[in-house]
């Protein structure tokens, strides 16, 4: 028999584009905004202006910190609550993170917790950017005739949803940029006072947070395989033996095995070093955060760096400037930065669909993560050795916006193709040797098995893992984030250390080194599997 035509998104319209228009780019937009005002804050509200860096650092690093432990935990409660829950209360805890943060009167204990805050927000939306993504390309869920054997990674188009992601996600940074970012401005040329022109344009960013947690909860209803997660799922303890048959047949296995949460994390991190496409995956969400970092922070510190030792300020710096504050420091350094990260940026934005395309034409060797990658060591090592940022004047050279637009490519081939990658191995895993990638699959109901004993073989087989891993989506995506935001850390940390005591060219060593990696990793396992086949 002849399969039947299958749509593209198993999502509907309005789950799609409220995963698109609502959940990715603002899990961005609200990031940008909080690291681009915080400094405000601190001298415009609280009034602090000695020590205003280390402030402002110190709050961005315990950001990262408890995003670290916390991006994994929301991943595993989405499968136990759902992507919906998990979505509508991040976006409910950034709004409330929004408005305290500028009650607080004192930066410890008030804005530091508040800073805390938004970063547990923040690690839910960013998580549920991944976790979301296998569920709106998935298969729905339906037993296969004894004649169609459909592979479940056939007609997912995840890889190309995986572009148009990243597209969203730069606009959102666009958005927070253009609209929130000049709120303050803006309420001030209405007559309020620096302290109260910040604080309205916070309440505003927390309007717009609520709007969007309303939206993720009335738009991301009934999105397929999420049938039966909700809050009760933390504290159900109905175990498959207590079940009634209809019992056994409506409610969801993730309910019925009740793998315990630690269990989930440590199968969805075992996964990645049984499944090629979920640890290149993994690592590739590594790469990709720190090149994030690697562009929004260290570019500028490169070229303030430069201008300073070279004396191109023009005795502009302010003497109670800080020197990392490049935009009071020198300006015609911040100047030259915004247009070397706008160039970055602009070139990302526009090639995040392409490597969505054709990362669907090319999924068993990774073909466009590898050349991002390439991409990137060429472009961070080039970049680390030119002997000027500039692109006029004697030492300028215009081919920095080469070195930059593969920069971007980079960084966004890293994104959009780990995104992809990893949606991929979710939908198409299959446990080697045979065997469940579960422990606890033997808890399963005597009533799937069946059902199971009556299909093919491999059909069998195939649709008890895909749908086994997608139980465990939100454990890899809360996987995926610890990884991205490893990368954060280690990159900031280290790649700042070496900026002060080696060189100002070091982070960008550091990065030519991480996607040098990825690019090893990713032709060793290729030519592992062309060996086997």
């Keep these: 028999m002849m399969a039947s035509r299958r749509p593209m998104f198993t999502a509907s319209w309005a789950q799609t584009f409220t995963y698109l228009l609502g959940v990715c780019p603002f899990s961005i937009a609200f990031l940008v905004f909080i690291n681009s005002s915080i400094s405000f804050v601190v001298t415009d509200l609280i009034g602090l202006h000695d020590g205003e860096g280390d402030a402002v650092g110190t709050l961005g690093f315990a950001d990262e910190l408890l995003a670290l432990a916390a991006c994994p935990l929301w991943g595993v409660l989405s499968d136990r609550i759902g992507v919906r829950q998990v979505c509508t209360a991040g976006y409910t805890i950034i709004a409330l993170a929004l408005v305290l943060f500028v009650q607080a009167k004192n930066i410890y204990p008030q804005l530091l917790l508040g800073r805390l805050l938004f970063s547990l927000g923040g690690a839910a939306v960013s998580t549920m950017v991944t976790a979301v993504l296998p569920v709106v390309t998935a298969n729905r869920a339906s037993p296969p005739l004894e004649s169609e054997y459909v592979p479940p990674r056939a007609d997912a188009p995840s890889s190309r949803l995986a572009g148009y992601v990243g597209m969203c996600a730069g606009c959102g940074a666009l958005l ?17 006072s620096p302290a109260e022109a910040i604080q309205y344009s916070y309440y505003t960013a927390a309007v717009v947070a609520l709007l969007v947690s309303v939206s993720c909860f009335v738009g991301l209803r009934n999105l397929p395989g999420e049938d ?23 409610i969801p296995a993730f309910i019925k095995t009740r793998m315990p949460y630690l269990h989930q994390f440590g199968s969805a991190i075992a996964l ?11 690592l590739g969400g590594f790469v990709a955060r720190a090149s994030s970092v690697g562009i929004s922070l260290f570019i500028p510190l490169f070229v303030n760096s430069y201008y300073l030792k070279s004396g191109l300020c023009d005795g502009q710096p302010s003497e109670e400037a800080n020197p990392g504050d490049i935009k009071r420091s020198c300006p015609k350094a911040y100047v030259l930065a915004a247009i070397l990260t706008g160039v970055s940026q602009l070139i990302a934005l526009l090639a995040a669909p392409a490597f969505g ?11 466009p993560l590898l050349v991002a990658c390439v991409a990137g060591v060429v472009g961070y090592l080039i970049l680390s050795i030119l002997p000027s940022p500039e692109f006029h004047g004697e030492r300028g050279n215009p081919g920095i916006f080469v070195v ?14 780990s995104l992809s990658v990893l949606s991929n191995g979710i939908l198409g895993l299959t446990s080697p040797a045979g065997e469940d990638p579960e422990p606890d699959s033997e808890h399963a109901s005597d009533t799937l098995r069946e059902s199971d004993e009556q299909q093919p073989l491999l059909a069998t087989s195939a649709g008890r893992n895909q749908q086994q891993t997608t139980n465990l989506k939100g454990s890899i995506a809360g996987v995926y984030s610890f990884f991205g935001g490893a990368g954060i850390l280690l990159l900031t940390k280290l790649g700042g250390l070496l900026f002060d005591v080696l060189s100002s060219s070091a982070p960008f060593y550091i990065m030519a080194g991480f996607n040098g990696v990825l690019v090893i990793v990713g032709v060793v396992t290729g030519l592992v599997i062309s060996m086997r086949s």
């Design 272 to 282: 990645g070093f049984h499944n090629r496409d979920i640890f290149i995956g993994y």
């Design 228 to 250: 039966g997660k909700e809050w009760a799922s933390l504290w159900r303890t109905s175990r498959p033996e207590a079940l009634t048959e209809s019992q056994k047949l409506s």
């Design 357 to 367: 395309y054709w990362s669907e034409m090319s999924r068993q060797y990774h073909l």
């Design 176 to 192: 927070s940029l253009s609209i929130l970012l000049p709120l303050p401005a803006h309420f001030q040329q209405l007559g309020f």
């Design 404 to 417: 930059m637009a593969l920069v971007g490519i980079s960084q966004i081939g890293a994104i959009v193709c």
